[in-house]
């Protein structure tokens, strides 16, 4: 089974401008997070997809950050304007109701500069 | 709500001694308690998993850990360390449903001396 998968695996960007991240969740499972790894820290949630639906977005910055799982499969996460303190891992991880698991992606490295 | 708090930032241990990994939690509901490890710049790895079954719970790469509901504790051992374990490792902790975010503590980082 494929695991999850995210692209790109590294972003350098300058600062102001938009740059996006996707995330193709395991096959079937209807859950799908995306986290933010700041250095030396550990990840934190910024949103939480059910399907297609978006239950749990406390934790972003909507002002400059969106996201969207169009069809409740792959999602895309975006900013716009990227600032220097968004440099982080974005982390994409999908989970199952029918088993004790969560799948973490690889993660984008995002350097904003 | 759930938290975890991880007791050291840092461990260092030599080759062939235990290792000890601190960890508390709090839960407003019944937890299921991970332990993930992350190498430099790899992706999050789950080395166990407590989900109310046994309280001993064996991982990968010779880990386990021990949940303690009186003491909110799920500490993480090994007998004995490998230059390979040298880490970020991660207590999370979460209320499961199928659907419910992972709470991340701040991690700790594990040294091996050889």
């Known amino acids: 089974e494929a695991g999850v998968v995210q692209s790109p695996r590294y972003k350098i960007i300058e600062k102001k401008q938009p740059v996006a991240f996707w995330c193709n969740p395991i096959s079937g499972h209807n859950t799908l997070y995306w986290y933010r790894q700041n250095l030396g820290q550990g990840p934190e949630l910024l949103i939480r997809y059910e399907n297609e639906e978006a239950v749990d977005d406390s934790q972003l910055p909507k002002d400059r950050f969106s996201a969207e799982r169009l069809k409740g499969v792959d999602s895309t996460l975006k900013i716009q304007p990227a600032e220097l303190g968004d440099s982080a891992v974005y982390l994409c991880a999908s989970s199952s109701a029918a088993n004790y698991g969560y799948t973490f992606g690889s993660g984008t490295r995002l350097t904003v500069v | 709500a759930q938290s975890v708090t991880q007791l050291d930032s840092h461990v260092s241990v030599s080759e062939g001694t235990p290792v000890l990994l601190r960890c508390n939690y709090s839960s407003s509901y019944s937890p299921s308690l991970f332990w993930y490890v992350q190498h430099p710049n790899k992706g999050l790895q789950l080395l166990l998993k407590y989900t109310s079954a046994a309280t001993l719970v064996k991982g990968i790469n010779g880990f386990e850990a021990e949940f303690k509901k009186s003491e909110t504790s799920f500490h993480l051992t090994k007998p004995s360390a490998h230059m390979s374990d040298a880490a970020e490792y991660f207590c999370?902790?979460?209320?499961?449903?199928?659907?419910?975010?992972?709470?991340f503590g701040k991690g700790t980082r594990l040294s091996v001396i050889a």
């Open positions: 999370v902790v979460s209320v499961w449903t199928g659907n419910t975010p992972l709470v």
